[in-house]
């Protein structure tokens, strides 16, 4: 059953102010008006960002939550993983190898059932040591059960936030939540954002209820068993129906976020710039949207018909409705802000899930990848200018590499 909405007052609207904040200041904003409980801090840039937001919140009375400062990613994952089974709202998050140092945590709260809200503040993995955006960090728990979302902007930051907890701790769900921002260019970038009411925000958002599967005294349940091969498979099988259950869960969550708070991002799964007399598009995630909208807007004044299609929820992957729009244009090109070595066309992660989504489609239109910006380099208006070339000439027949690494040196 979806969630009854209580429509917001005149008050209510009255109430929203405007503030200059970036990225991380922004999800830091989203855990005070959520009234998260529990957050775990462990500095490495660029996701600190968040928790010293949050430390000055706290310390001007703004904010009132426990704010543990562990000795380790692991141990701040994993602090934050059993609170939550207590039923506390909890918050934490990364960045880059930071990331992996906490994967045995992140491995198991999916499984767990664990709506825990993270952010990933993308950053390249060592080695070579790298502060820019890559996507690889976040993308290494895209099997495992966590839901994962990339935003390019502050305002859809905070926002995507709220809605990531209506959705993670919605019964029908109980699976954790990854929020990627790109590192500096979205971590650190200020923008002027729309800080909704505390009032729009509680008509939106219910407090987490773990019913039965909470840990407590009165409560004796078994947490993380070992199941070995009597249950495994079935745990397995459970875990799959939540992330299968969870698209309609998050077309619920946006449909009341666009009632109660007045904004409506249209489609949750991805968004279209231009597309509708398109030729030829191309396909990304994060902030690597602003060039690339730029430069479709110089070429469509110089006759070019390209589009731009932005991938928001990368897990769930809308497979079937990203596979009907794409199979109307003559070519796709999927930039990858991420690379995976030895796959299929030596590719990046999401060109090979787009590609396995067209497959299933009747339409099949030629698929070009891209890796760029790796490692916080920029993506530039020529770069995208260069890409739609080259897809432009797989649309007219011409035989193009699977993979094309963009903007190398010389």
Excluded at 33 to 57: E, F, G, H, S, W
Excluded at 66 to 82: C, D
Excluded at 93 to 101: E, I, T
Excluded at 210 to 218: I, S, V, W
Aim: net charge negative.
């Amino acid at each position: 059953m979806a969630e009854a909405i209580v429509p917001p007052t005149k008050h209510d609207a009255a109430a929203d102010k405007i503030s200059l904040i970036t990225g991380s200041e922004a999800i830091a904003v989203a855990c005070k008006l959520a009234d998260v409980d529990v957050i775990t801090a462990y500095p490495i840039r660029p996701y600190d960002t968040v928790m010293q937001y949050v430390a000055k919140m706290i310390s001007n009375g703004e904010f009132d939550c426990e704010y543990i400062v562990a000795e380790g990613e692991h141990s701040q994952f994993e602090i934050v993983k059993h609170a939550s089974a207590c039923g506390a709202r909890v918050f934490c998050g990364s960045s880059g190898v930071g990331w992996m140092y906490a994967m045995e945590a992140l491995t198991v709260t999916p499984a767990l059932r664990i709506p825990m809200i993270a952010m990933v503040g993308n950053r390249a993995l060592d080695d070579p040591g790298a502060f820019g955006t890559e996507h690889n960090d976040a993308l290494a728990v895209r099997d495992l059960g966590w839901q994962l979302v990339w935003v390019d902007s502050p305002q859809e930051a905070l926002d995507v936030a709220l809605i990531a907890y209506r959705v993670a701790e919605d019964r029908r769900v109980f699976l954790p939540c990854a929020i990627s921002c790109d590192g500096a260019f979205l971590t650190h970038s200020q923008a002027m954002v729309k800080v909704p009411s505390k009032a729009k925000v509680d008509a939106f958002l219910p407090r987490y209820d773990r019913g039965d599967l909470l840990l407590h005294p009165d409560n004796p349940i078994t947490v993380a068993p070992q199941a070995n091969e009597d249950w495994l498979m079935e745990i397995r099988r459970q875990t799959a129906g939540a992330m299968e259950r969870s698209p309609g869960v998050i077309r619920e969550a946006y449909a009341s976020f666009a009632r109660i708070f007045g904004r409506d991002y249209g489609n949750p799964f991805f968004e279209q710039y231009m597309t509708d007399d398109a030729d030829v598009v191309l396909v990304g995630m994060g902030t690597l949207s602003t060039p690339v909208r730029v430069a479709i807007r110089q070429m469509r004044a110089e006759g070019k018909k390209v589009g731009f299609v932005r991938i928001r929820w990368f897990r769930p992957f809308a497979a079937e409705e990203l596979a009907k729009t794409l199979g109307r244009f003559k070519a796709v090109g999927v930039i990858d802000r991420d690379f995976s070595l030895g796959s299929p066309g030596e590719s990046g992660v999401v060109v090979n899930d787009v590609r396995a989504a067209l497959y299933q489609s009747g339409a099949r239109p030629p698929v070009v990848g891209f890796i760029a910006g790796l490692g916080g380099r920029e993506v530039t208006v020529p770069d995208v200018k260069k890409m739609s070339e080259i897809i432009s000439a797989a649309a007219a027949g011409k035989q193009q590499p699977a993979t094309t690494w963009i903007g190398l040196r010389e």
